[in-house]
């Protein structure tokens, strides 16, 4: 029994039962605790929850055997797909570096089509460049200089190489620089058919007098000392030649020895070098032509007398013959002018008829100029008569008086009349 153990020992009995009692019958209610110690003995309710126990200690082993074989598959599945993660890690990174070759190359690959397209576009636009400067060389005209040396050289440098590439018309042509001589102009041009001719090439605008003033005085002292046989005046960008002419065409003065010729600012370089090549070509061809003329007047030069004896003679005969016709005809005219007075005095006496007895006629067959003089003599006889309040509107005044006698082809005559046509005593 209880009481054959200590105090102690009982104290811990109590405590025992008091776990058990609380473990087992806590959520019973008292009259449920009171019905189960009544049919069972404290043996039976104890080995009762004993093989309650043992059963629960069973199944949670199982279940806790369950639940650890249910982990480790999650686990093995865990480290599955790490596994498979650490794979396609391993995966992506080879790929990733096959990838950067790739780009690599493909960015090296890149750079080299880019480096060559970079040199097709250097090679293409050199010879746009190229293209480009000999467009200007040949067609472009040159505006802007440094100076006015520069801008002179210019024109003078076309003429030499029209020159220098030759001429159509005359494949033995020379061409000297006078420019830095004294007179002579810049270039003298030598032809094969003798001619010597000496420009003056200006390339500016406008071409000032002083320009001209010295072309004339260089002419002058080179035709005196006979270095040249023509003088062109080249003017290489305006065809206005300062007291001499507008030379869109070569004009030639001083008997046909001094040519001035200009070209517009308009055209290109290249019309401009053909308009000179026609320039030269035409003076070239002049000069032949006239040099011809000269050998004919020297071939005929003997017979010179004849021809004047001709010539004289028939001027002579023609004088004679149109003394003789002057004398008739003025017979003639002395004749006329009398048959005219007639025919104006008897026109003149029909008119008065006419206008007096207002008789209608064909007025195309009236002379206008003959039948207005005989309104202005009876206008001058109505303002012999009239006051001089009429006269300060005499034409108003007369028409009143005179409207209801006079045609209107009269009246219309009247209108047009001034006060001029009437005062006039021609």
């Not at 200089?145 to 042509?173: C, H, M, R, W």
């Not at 008997?255 to 035409?282: A, C, H, P, R, W």
Request: aromatic share 8%; charged share 35%.
């Amino acid at each position: 029994m209880i009481e054959d153990y200590s105090k102690e020992i009982q104290d811990f009995i109590k405590n025992i039962g008091l776990y058990v009692f609380t473990k087992y019958f806590n959520n019973l209610s008292e009259s449920e605790i009171l019905q189960k110690c009544s049919n069972n003995s404290v043996e039976d309710i104890v080995q009762n929850y004993e093989e309650q126990l043992t059963y629960l200690k069973f199944t949670n082993s199982e279940t806790i055997q369950e639940m650890k074989n249910n982990n480790q598959n999650i686990l093995n599945q865990k480290q599955q797909i790490i596994d498979d993660l650490q794979d396609r890690i391993v995966q992506i990174k080879s790929s990733e570096s096959e990838n950067i070759e790739n780009i690599v190359a493909q960015k090296d690959k890149f750079h080299e089509l880019e480096k060559q397209n970079l040199l097709n576009k250097i090679s293409f636009l050199e010879k746009e460049q190229s293209v480009k400067n000999l467009i200007e060389e040949r067609f472009c005209d040159k505006k802007d200089f440094n100076n006015p040396t520069e801008q002179g050289d210019y024109a003078e440098k076309i003429l030499d190489d029209i020159v220098y590439k030759g001429l159509s018309f005359d494949d033995k042509v020379k061409i000297q620089d006078t420019s830095d001589y004294g007179g002579s102009g810049d270039r003298i041009i030598t032809f094969s058919n003798g001619l010597r001719l000496m420009i003056e090439v200006k390339n500016k605008d406008p071409v000032k007098k002083s320009d001209i003033d010295e072309f004339e005085k260089h002419f002058t002292q080179d035709f005196k000392e006979t270095k040249i046989d023509m003088a062109l005046f080249l003017s290489y960008r305006t065809t206005q030649i300062p007291q001499k002419c507008k030379a869109i065409i070569p004009t030639y003065q001083e008997n046909g020895k001094v040519v001035y010729f200009g070209m517009d600012s308009t055209l290109d370089k290249e019309q401009k070098k053909q308009k000179i090549i026609n320039t030269l070509e035409e003076i070239f061809k002049i000069y032949e032509r006239n040099q011809t003329n000269l050998e004919i007047e020297k071939e005929s030069e003997n017979s010179k007398s004849n021809i004047y004896n001709m010539l004289l003679k028939e001027l002579r005969d023609n004088l004679s013959c149109t003394e003789n016709s002057l004398k008739e005809s003025k017979t003639n005219i002395t004749n006329l002018e009398q048959r005219r007075i007639k025919i104006v005095k008897q026109m003149n006496a029909i008119y008065r008829i006419i206008h007096q007895e207002n008789i209608d006629v064909d007025k195309s067959l009236i002379d206008t100029n003959l039948y207005k003089g005989e309104i202005i003599e009876h206008v001058r006889e109505w303002l012999s008569k009239a006051d001089d309040n009429k006269k300060k509107d005499w034409k108003k005044n007369m028409k009143k008086e005179i409207k209801d006698t006079w045609s209107e082809y009269d009246i219309g005559i009247l209108t047009r009349l001034k006060r001029s046509d009437i005062d006039n005593t021609n």
